[in-house]
């Protein structure tokens, strides 16, 4: 069964003979919508649309795993933000900051009820309910860093970090536990294991940003959400998977932009379990019999769960997405 193997992949106990397909973040293009029969905006504000979408990443690709938390932006909307939900060529962008500083942040005491949290906890059930042990079924979060972002603007927290590293400290800690009660909600609702999107790209946090207010972070994560972590973060992470091994998380899922399936592996080690290898541009533009060979690739250099780096583009082709199951179809019938 795809759970099973899902959750053994994640943490570096796949059986052998096995390959396991998916992503923890958005499987969401104009073609899964029309197959879904459900789209964007909807598929992000609407339970039964975010639910039918994700569905598909199992039911039509053909992953181990469902995700049906698109965007970046729930935890936004409950916290107060402004959110553009876009549509079918534009993915949910957050409006204006609405905090200051440290003492600004309220976390609302109905924040799990309020729809950018209430949306994706109903669709997480409906998922859990629909596929048993069919295919896992994970949730995700976003982090203090990606959160702040949200409700400082990049810039102005951004500059904090180098003008006020105590004030970021204060952030990071008070927004620590919209993290952890999302997080522990999704997995009351069904969720199997957790995507933590950090988005400490080395462009916006270098490797001494990330050792002085992250690390740390993501090990006190690991300890405190019951479940197995998959931590995701964009760009070249070449600099810092040694220091996520160390955090305790159970897999890393990581951007092609960081090296080879087989440079990746040796930057983490053979504790860390790895999601991805497939780079998302040639996703998009490439023809399906490239796609499968890059995941034959990864599958040949030990990437635990082989699927798409980050979000896909939305105009991505569905028989790109087809064509990286197509090498776990093609075993089975050898
Ligand atoms: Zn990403």
Request: charged share 20%; proline share 6%; hydrophobic share 45%.
């Amino acid at each position: 069964m795809s759970r099973r193997t899902f959750l053994q992949a994640i943490q570096r106990a796949t059986p052998s003979g096995k390959v396991v397909f998916g992503t923890g973040t958005s499987i969401a293009c104009q073609e899964i919508m029309q197959q879904a029969e459900a789209a964007f905006p909807e598929g992000h504000t609407d339970p039964e649309a975010m639910f039918k979408i994700a569905l598909a990443g199992h039911t039509v690709i053909g992953f181990d795993v469902v995700m049906p938390l698109f965007s970046v932006c729930h935890e936004a909307a409950a916290m107060g933000c402004g959110v553009n939900w876009g549509g079918l060529d534009m993915m949910p962008e957050s409006g204006p900051s609405i905090f200051r500083t440290a003492e600004d942040i309220t976390i609302p005491s109905n924040l799990l009820t309020r729809p950018g949290c209430a949306v994706p906890l109903r669709a997480l059930s409906m998922l859990r309910k629909e596929l048993g042990d069919e295919a896992a079924v994970c949730g995700k979060v976003m982090g203090a860093w990606t959160q702040a972002y949200h409700y400082f603007g990049l810039q102005e927290f951004l500059i904090k970090t180098i003008t006020e590293p105590d004030e970021v400290k204060r952030i990071l800690e008070k927004l620590l536990p919209v993290t952890i009660q999302f997080a522990r909600a999704q997995l009351d609702a069904g969720a199997d294991c957790i995507l933590l999107a950090d988005h400490a790209t080395r462009d916006l946090c270098s490797p001494r940003t990330y050792a002085k207010f992250l690390q740390d972070l993501h090990a006190q994560l690991t300890e405190t959400i019951p479940a197995p972590l998959i931590l995701h973060i964009c760009g070249n992470t070449s600099d810092r998977i040694g220091m996520i091994a160390q955090t305790g998380v159970a897999c890393f899922h990581w951007d092609t932009k960081t090296g080879t399936p087989a440079d990746v592996r040796k930057l983490a080690g053979e504790k860390l379990a790895l999601m991805g290898g497939i780079n998302n541009i040639r996703l998009l533009q490439d023809a399906p019999d490239k796609i499968a060979a890059m995941a034959h690739a990864a599958a040949a250099s030990d990437i635990d769960v082989i699927g798409p780096e980050c979000a896909i583009p939305l105009a991505t082709p569905l028989a790109n997405l087809r064509a990286i199951t197509s090498i776990g179809r093609e075993r089975k019938k050898a």
